[in-house]
């Protein structure tokens, strides 16, 4: 009785592969890879002004991105009024200040974004992380 129980299977019939745990560690680095591009993605359309919006609605599970999103919100409503309070005669001056150093933080969030950092802008990110969004 030392014949094996399979031995009349023709040897052309492949045996079926059993996923086994490096198969299961593998999955989660692709899915943690996916989760820091879909984050630095996220942190460059968080400052760009009319497409903040999408990290926040669309990306909310991950947390770069809500970071970035919240901080780029801000600095939309800023660029906002700032746009506003170009009309002239209303204080042209401080406004235009302020306009350029709203973009300069929407620059200086993009490049930290492209990094992977997570940088807090002086007073919008305390003021967004105060935001329950």
Not at 39 to 67: D, V, W
Not at 102 to 120: D, E, M, R
Request: glycine share 8%; with cysteine; charged share 25%.
């Amino acid at each position: 009785m030392t014949d094996s129980f399979f031995k009349d299977d023709p040897p052309d019939v492949e045996k079926s592969n059993i996923p086994g745990l490096d198969d299961t560690v593998d999955t989660r680095e692709k899915e943690m890879e996916f989760l820091k591009d879909q984050g630095t993605i996220a942190s460059i359309l968080a400052y760009i002004p009319f497409l903040c919006l999408i990290p926040l609605l669309q990306m909310r599970e991950n947390e770069k991105a809500r970071f970035h999103s919240r901080q780029g919100l801000l600095l939309f409503l800023v660029e906002i009024l700032a746009g506003i309070f170009l009309i002239p005669g209303l204080s042209g001056m401080i406004w235009k200040t302020v306009l350029i150093l709203a973009l300069g933080a929407s620059a200086a969030g993009i490049i930290f974004g492209l990094q992977g950092k997570s940088y807090k802008l002086p007073i919008i990110g305390d003021i967004a992380e105060k935001l329950n969004i």
